[in-house]
């Protein structure tokens, strides 16, 4: 059982055996305890530090494979991959001591870009572990600043963790970021309590990055909008910042549950007028009958407030 959850890690001996043996080909592959594993793939002096889970991986991931390695594969590029079974938030003394490992052999310092990404409790790792690589570039999606109770008593989500101490090695993420180069905490303002943990991250050298209603997992949203991969490739590259991702993430006008997601929000607000104006728009760019049916509505409303959409000529 995980230390940090009590439950039976989902454990598949071949998909295990196949990280092993891409990782004995290009790098290593290495256990740290029975919860955590690391796989690194060996090229180029550009690094990519991704902190996935084999859920993730195995659920969500081509092939199965770490979004990481995907992105680095194709580039030449090197990869350090830190693989958690569960929800661990990475909280254990095995991956303090690899890291611990990295500084002494000055491993980082073989690397002219290093840039370290995660979301949810992978952003708090990638932030936490990325005070192991001075000066790297860290993008943390919905990261949690910690889940010390002393600090973050007021979120009351995954209670089992506040057994576990945010306290010692690694542990602050703030903290832990203060030796990095640029940071990039993406979160959506409206779910508040990621919005509080991001507020915690607030420093000259963080760039806060708000998108809103992308739902609960704005990493898995991300990389459904084929977003993703372009952020760290950019990232590596030297090249990412808020203006960049602004260009990117305009990909969010084809997907269709930030679409629903803004709709819901218009309708709980009452702005049926500007509703009306989301379905025509994005009627007009894809199929979509549920926004048809939505749209047949709103007009009736506001025929009956006395209202009516402009000629779709007039519209900017």
């Known amino acids: ?26 790098g290593y592959f290495q256990r740290l305890g029975p919860h955590h594993s690391v796989l690194f793939l060996d090229e180029a002096p550009i690094l990519l530090v991704t902190f996935e889970t084999v859920q993730s991986i195995r659920q969500t991931q081509p092939g199965q494979l770490p979004v990481g390695y995907q992105i680095a594969k194709g580039r030449g ?10 929800d661990t938030w990475y909280r254990d003394k095995a991956v303090y001591a690899y890291f611990d490992r990295l500084v002494d052999d000055a491993f980082f310092e073989d690397f002219d870009q290093v840039v370290f ?10 932030a936490a572990f990325s005070v192991a690589a001075p000066g790297a570039t860290v993008i943390a999606v919905q990261p949690q600043a910690t889940l010390d109770p ?46 509080m943990h991001a507020a915690l991250f607030t420093k000259p050298f963080v760039t806060l990055l708000p998108c809103r209603h992308l739902g609960r997992d704005i990493g898995a949203a991300l990389d459904e909008m084929h977003i993703l991969q372009s952020m760290l490739a950019a990232a590596c590259s030297g090249a990412f910042d808020a203006h960049m991702f602004a260009i990117f993430y305009r990909a969010r006008r084809n997907y269709r549950p930030y679409l629903r997601g803004l709709l819901t929000h218009l309708d709980r607000d009452g702005r049926a007028f500007l509703a009306a104006l989301l379905c025509r728009n994005v009627m007009g760019r894809m199929e979509a009958p549920k926004m048809k049916a939505r ?11 006395g209202q009516s959409l402009p000629s779709p000529r007039t519209e900017r």
């Open 1 to 26: 059982m995980t230390e940090a959850t009590g439950r039976v890690p989902a454990v598949d001996g071949d998909w295990f055996a196949r990280i092993e043996e891409i990782g004995e080909e290009a």
């Open 77 to 86: 590029w090197s990869h350090l991959c830190l693989i958690a079974d569960g």
């Open 117 to 126: 990404y995660g979301a949810g409790m992978a952003g708090y790792a990638a």
């Open 150 to 195: 002393t600090i973050a008593g007021w979120d009351p989500r995954w209670p089992e963790m506040r057994r576990i101490s945010f306290t010692d090695r690694y542990g602050y993420a703030p903290d832990m970021i203060e030796g990095a180069g640029q940071v990039f905490v993406i979160f959506d303002p409206e779910l508040v309590l990621d919005a």
């Open 295 to 305: 749209l047949e509505q709103l007009e009736n409303d506001l025929k009956i407030m």
